[in-house]
Structure formats: structure tokens, C-alpha cells
């Protein structure tokens, strides 16, 4: 039950997520420490068979790279971290990938507008669930995995007691908690993009409604309404995505196949997710996904697809042409097509405990971003593998406080926190890696600085570190559309080393 002091209901209050951590001297980490170790061993041979001078040039490399390694920026990053961003934007750059063009007078030979980067390998299909309700089913050959999108209309907090958000929050624990246990789970991913109302709607509901012999005054309100309101109203839009493993006991299954299975499952996943305070779900179809895609990347063209949807017209977008006609990536922005945007990934959940509501000026829209998308990135570990974790996380956080005869305070509440963690894990709570992914587009470039600043903004009200995706704007503009592209899957360093730097 809620808490309450003399009658009165109190907010709860979340925290206690970790970023995890490898044991390590002097905050090296376990792959800097051996490093440190291998290098002493160096300088001592070096000392033994040469000079003392040699030695002391020696050792003067080594803590050149020790320091590249340990000491870190705000965001967690180091000079090598840096560096390697620096000439992976080098490389690509002189590469040429980051230029784009599709269509008839692009370079592929086939002349559609395919989907550019991560998502250029990307297969569409749409199948019947086991009420008959059409779902598209996005196969990524590159990672074998499918992905499962599935559209919500959240009512939001306003006007909500306590004790239902409360509920709501405890139900989505949960039900991000029975992720670990689907078969055949990857990633998820929650996106909620605000956009600006063309009106379109509003429009047909009033011309569809309207009572020709209704007074004139009537009329003529109704007329100025549908000619003022949508000035600066904006438009909620929430999808989930959900990616699976395409293999399954070393064979990889066809989307037929594959779509039967979680034809049978969709019922429950959405019925579990309306009780999240998600509103009603539904399963997005093949001509909505491909909408969706569309307009993000050619935002003018949401006023063709809302027009054509009021006159009860079928916009017959295919996979193959919700690609970019032209994009470039730069250094800090994105441009394609009719936009300009500007990604960010989070780089430090809110310190301490927050309110249910942290998020919800990020979430809200915004007079200087003509369209905001909100990704969280989920990573459900399963229970076998979320025991070893937690305990190898505790362990790391021990040994950090124990390395030191005067440990730091943020040492010794680290290894509380982890220690709090295992507890909670060995009761039977889920363990979940998440993340998160902030995209604004604007219309006019000479808009990007305001919009630049108003996400700067409103992510310090939400008390959480950003960081521009600097050299890979292109990339995290893709991650941020609700495709389920699993980014770890798409890097060339092994997840055993990445979990040891």
C-alpha cells in the first residue's frame, strides 16, 4: 500500500538503478588493471637489462596510457573512447558514408528510397494474430532477429490519483520483469514521439459531424475552431517494440513460421501492457509502420499522409520507399530530407530517488522542437544469467571499497546499492539494462540551436546526463524509430571484452 503521514497519501519515490562495473585498481577496471600489472613487469625487465633512464621513459608511457585510460569525463569516457569516435568519424567521412542518396537518381540500381544504415537490410512483413489483427514483423538479417511493434495511446497522469500511478508504475515493473522470462527475447524499446497537429483530424470530425441546419453562430464557431486550434497543438504518439532472436535450437526460423508462434502470444503481451497505464494497445500494421518511418525521416510529408487519411484514402507506402530520398550526417546533426535533427544518448540515469513524474516535461511537447522522440532501451536479462551478474556486480563494488584504507563516500554507497540490488534479485525482482535516446527535428535549420536547447533543458529538469551522439547521429536517429535494431549486436568488439573496459 502507499505510504501515508497523518492520512495523507506520499509520492514514492524510485532509484537504486547501477551502471555495472568491473573490480580494478585505482578505478581501471579490470582490463586497465592488467595493463597497470603488465606493464610494471615491463619497466622492471626494462630497468634490470638496460638503464634507470630507459626505464623512466618507460614507465612514463605507461602512465600516459594509464591516464588515457582512467581518467574519465562527466560522460564515463576516456581519451581512448574519444579518440576511437574520432576516427571512426574520420574513416566514414573520407569513405564517403556519410552522404545518401535513393530514389531514381540515387546510386543503388533498383531506384526506391531504401532505408539508409542499420536498417538498409531490413525485411517487412505483415501477418494475423489470433484475432485476426494485422501486425507488420520487421526481420533484421544482419542481427536474426524479428521485431514485433505494437501502438499505444497512454491518457498520461493528468487528473490521476496517487494510488493509480503508483499502480501503474508497479505494473510496468512488472511487466518489463516477465520480458526476462519470454522465449526468445532480445530488446525493447518504448518511444514516444510528439509531433505538431496538422489539423487534419479535427477537420473531418467536424465536416463528418456537422448539422447542416445547425445555427449559424454554432457553425461559425465550429469553422474558427477548426481554422485556430490546431496553431500550436501538438500530437502524443507512444509505440513499444519488442525484438526476438530469430534462431531457435541453431536454426534460424522464417517469418511464416516465426509469426504463428507469436500470432498466439500478441493477445497476451498487449492485453499485460494496457494494464501499464498504456491505454489501449493494438499491434501496428505493415501501412501504419511504414507511415511512421516515412514521416520521421521526410517530416513535411505528414501533412500528405494525414490528408489522404481524411479523405479515406490508402497511402500504399512499401517497405522499399520509407528511406530518405537524400541525408547527410555530420559531426553533431543529421539532415534528411525536409529536417535537420540532433540525437542524444543518455549517458547517467537521475541520482538518488525520483518521482513517478521525472519524465514528464522530457516527454511533453515543446514550442522550439517541431518533433521529439523519447526512446527507452531495454535489455531484459534472464534469471539464470541475472544471479551472475548482480553477484559479479557486487563483488566489483567490495572490492573497490576494500582496495583503500579510506574509502570514498560514493564507494561505500555504491557497494550498499549493490548489495541492495543482489537482495532484491535473490527475492525474485527482474534485472533489466536500459538506456535511453533522444532525437529533435525541426523544419528550418535555422531553428536546430533553439531545439538544441530546449532538450538541453528539459533533460536537467529530468535530472538526467546527455550527451550529443557525436560522429553517429545517423545511427542513433534509426535507433530512436521504433524498428528494434539491437545496437549491440551491430558492433565489431566482442560483448566479452566490451563487459571488461
Not at 22 to 44: E, F
Not at 415 to 430: D, F, S, V, Y
Request: aromatic residues 6%; proline residues 6%; charged residues 20%.
Amino acid at each position: 500500500m502507499p505510504a501515508t503521514v497523518d492520512g495523507h497519501h506520499q509520492p514514492r519515490t524510485y532509484g537504486n538503478w547501477r551502471r555495472p562495473t568491473t573490480p580494478g585498481l585505482m578505478g581501471l577496471g579490470t582490463a586497465g588493471t592488467m595493463i597497470l600489472m603488465a606493464g610494471l613487469v615491463v619497466v622492471v625487465l626494462v630497468v634490470m637489462l638496460t638503464e634507470l633512464l630507459t626505464g623512466l621513459v618507460v614507465a612514463a608511457g605507461l602512465a600516459v596510457v594509464l591516464l588515457a585510460i582512467g581518467v574519465r569525463d562527466k560522460h564515463g569516457l576516456n581519451a581512448l573512447d574519444k579518440g576511437a569516435t574520432r576516427w571512426s568519424w574520420w574513416r566514414q567521412r573520407s569513405a564517403g558514408e556519410h552522404l545518401y542518396r535513393s530514389g531514381p537518381l540515387g546510386q543503388v540500381p533498383w531506384g526506391t528510397c531504401q532505408l539508409p544504415g542499420l536498417a538498409a537490410s531490413s525485411k517487412l512483413t505483415e501477418h494475423s494474430d489470433s484475432y485476426g489483427r494485422r501486425f507488420a514483423l520487421i526481420r533484421v538479417p544482419a542481427t536474426a532477429t524479428y521485431t514485433l511493434v505494437i501502438g499505444t495511446e497512454p491518457d498520461g497522469a493528468a487528473l490521476v490519483d496517487e494510488e493509480q500511478v503508483d499502480a501503474w508504475v508497479a505494473d510496468w515493473g512488472l511487466w518489463l520483469a516477465n520480458l526476462g522470462d519470454e522465449p526468445g527475447i532480445v530488446a525493447a524499446s518504448v518511444t514516444i514521439e510528439t509531433a505538431p497537429d496538422t489539423g487534419t483530424r479535427l477537420r473531418r470530425e467536424v465536416g463528418t459531424n456537422l448539422d447542416p441546419d445547425a445555427p449559424e453562430f454554432a457553425r461559425a464557431l465550429l469553422a474558427e475552431t477548426v481554422a485556430e486550434y490546431p496553431h500550436g497543438s501538438s500530437t502524443v504518439r507512444a509505440y513499444v517494440a519488442l525484438t526476438f532472436n530469430a534462431t531457435h535450437n541453431g536454426r534460424r526460423r522464417q517469418p511464416a513460421e516465426f509469426a504463428r508462434e507469436l500470432g498466439a502470444r500478441l493477445p497476451g503481451l498487449t492485453g499485460e501492457l494496457q494494464a501499464t497505464g498504456a491505454g489501449p494497445a493494438h499491434p501496428v500494421d505493415a501501412a501504419e509502420l511504414c507511415e511512421l518511418v516515412r514521416v520521421a525521416y521526410d517530416p513535411a510529408a505528414a501533412t500528405a499522409v494525414d490528408e489522404a487519411h481524411a479523405e479515406g484514402e490508402v497511402t500504399h507506402l512499401t517497405w522499399s520507399d520509407v528511406g530518405p530520398s537524400a541525408a547527410e550526417a555530420s559531426w553533431d546533426d543529421y539532415r534528411h530530407d525536409s529536417g535537420v535533427s540532433v540525437s542524444w544518448a543518455m549517458t547517467g540515469a537521475p541520482r538518488g530517488n525520483v518521482q513517478a513524474s521525472i519524465l514528464s516535461r522530457l516527454l511533453a511537447p515543446h514550442r522550439d522542437v517541431a518533433r521529439k522522440r523519447v526512446t527507452l532501451l531495454y535489455r531484459p536479462i534472464d534469471a539464470a544469467s541475472a544471479a551472475a551478474i548482480v553477484e559479479a556486480d557486487l563483488r566489483a563494488a567490495q572490492f573497490r571499497q576494500s582496495s583503500s584504507d579510506r574509502p570514498t563516500a560514493r564507494d561505500v554507497l555504491a557497494t550498499r546499492a549493490a548489495a541492495l540490488t543482489a537482495q532484491e534479485e535473490a527475492a525474485g525482482a527482474g534485472l533489466v539494462n536500459f538506456g535511453m535516446l533522444v532525437t529533435a527535428t525541426v523544419l528550418d535549420e535555422a531553428r536546430e540551436a533553439d531545439a538544441r536547447a530546449a532538450v538541453e533543458n528539459l533533460a536537467a529538469t529530468a535530472r538526467l546526463r546527455l550527451r550529443p551522439a557525436y560522429g553517429s547521429q545517423d545511427t542513433a536517429f534509426a535507433a530512436a524509430l521504433p524498428l528494434g535494431l539491437v545496437l549491440p549486436r551491430h558492433l565489431d568488439l566482442p560483448s566479452q571484452m566490451r563487459s571488461r573496459l
